[in-house]
């Protein structure tokens, strides 16, 4: 991993030069650390050695609808729980976290009876101490979806948007806090456990949606997941909550289909051309072709 000195990681990223407020002397080590796959973030510490993380504001951050302020909002208020890192400065260039220290989890990392006490933290969070707008997946995929270019237009990738371009019908469940982005790679094992960073994507929105991409990411079985998951939070009405994550599914990989459509037309990399269409693929198999 390359170091650089304060002045020329300013140079590269002028969103540092926010940070001349708050720190009184330069960081003393300063390199670039892997923000997941929407932007390139800093691992930064300071002469008293203390160390923080940089997540910039930017142009890919607007193209993925993702908020610094939103992000803050979540993490200043989840603080108490220990669960992810301390928002320590909020600027219109972007927003310091302090970092986590440990090890990365790589596939298989955690196990899924690890994995899901966590996500059920996460989900039993008050939700009306946060003050974010409710998560919309129409207004998400419309956003990915006009973002992109017409080449798109009349393919089997715009069958699949206008397919599943609405919400599921089912039973109701409260609005809860959502990561959704709760996989290994956004997991940290430290000395007091496991830790989750990668905020951005984090929203008030129905749990089963976002247990639907956990479970996905672990590649665990529906319904084995969802009864571990129930068994968990002491629900009794598994079925309401299988028949909820089973609902959502085709529709989350209708989100990272064109996530990674998205990607690749910024990043011009054709493993997210490639990962665009082996969601695709996975949504055209006759066993994943569930009833709308």
């Known amino acids: 991993m390359t170091w650089f000195s304060w002045q020329q990681a300013k140079q590269l990223d002028p969103s540092l030069n926010a940070l001349d407020s708050f720190f009184t ?74 970092w986590m220290q440990g090890e990365t989890l790589t596939k298989p990392g955690i196990e899924l009876d690890e994995l899901l006490p966590i996500a059920a933290a996460i989900h039993q969070y008050p939700a009306e101490r946060i003050s974010l707008a409710p998560f919309s997946y129409l207004s998400r995929i419309d956003h990915y979806w006009l973002a992109l270019d017409d080449r798109y237009v009349g393919t089997k990738f715009d069958v699949l948007y206008r397919k599943w371009r609405s919400e599921p019908s089912i039973e109701p469940v409260p609005l809860v806090l959502c990561h959704f982005d709760l996989g290994c790679y956004n997991l940290v094992r430290g000395d007091n456990g496991v830790k989750v960073i990668d905020w951005e994507y984090a929203g008030l929105a129905d749990p089963r949606l976002d247990l639907a991409l956990i479970l996905q990411l672990a590649d665990v079985p529906v319904e084995y997941g969802v009864a571990q998951y ?61 009833e709308n």
């Open 25 to 98: 002397t330069p960081p003393v080590k300063i390199q670039t650390v892997t923000g997941g796959l929407t932007n390139r973030c800093w691992r930064l510490e300071s002469s008293r050695g203390l160390a923080y993380v940089w997540r910039p504001s930017s142009k890919v951050c607007n193209a993925f609808a993702i908020s610094r302020h939103n992000e803050y909002q979540v993490l200043n208020a989840i603080s108490p729980l220990g669960l992810g890192p301390k928002p320590v400065f909020l600027h219109e260039q972007g927003l310091l976290v302090e």
């Open 230 to 290: 129930c068994k968990v939070r002491q629900i009794e009405d598994a079925s309401l909550w299988l028949d909820g994550v089973q609902a959502w599914l085709p529709r989350t990989m209708v989100m990272a289909m064109l996530w990674y459509l998205l990607a690749y037309k910024l990043w011009d990399d054709e493993q997210y051309l490639n990962s665009a269409h082996e969601f695709k693929d996975l949504l055209c198999l006759e066993d994943h072709c569930f």
